[in-house]
């Protein structure tokens, strides 16, 4: 289960790094002025911090939820929520990650954050549930 979070976690990294560094050439002040570029370490370390934030929780906090006692109480008094498991699972996740890393990026001044985490996760889940159908990797 650890090498098969690592390699994705190396995979999200791969595709989303790049994402957050290109939102972060963008920063504004709060009345909108750009602010002068930080460093490529600045910009590097953020960018892995929004994914490694969250990339953890979305591997194995969120889906002990689904394995939950809260979880079965609630299949037991819906039982079609059974049928949509892994589909609510990643709704969950994904919302989660996309939320969290916009809050990063508004805190870091970025402007359109949900846009920027959106197409970060969007491309991330999106290349990885596409490489798990042609490979089933990982």
Known sequence: MISAW?????????LEMPIYLMAFRRRVDARGEPLPPESLRWRLGFAF?????????????????????????????????????????FITAESFAVLSEAL???????????????????TSAGLGMLMRELTGWP
């Open 6 to 14: 690592f390699s994705a976690f190396v995979f999200t990294q791969a």
């Open 49 to 89: 911090l929004a994914s490694m934030a969250t990339h953890p929780y979305v591997w194995f906090v969120i889906p002990a939820l689904f394995s939950s006692r809260l979880w079965l109480q609630m299949v037991a008094q819906w039982p079609g929520l059974l049928a949509w498991r892994y589909e609510l699972f």
């Open 104 to 122: 990063l990026l508004r805190a870091l001044r970025v402007p359109r954050p949900l846009l920027w985490a959106l197409v970060a996760n969007a």
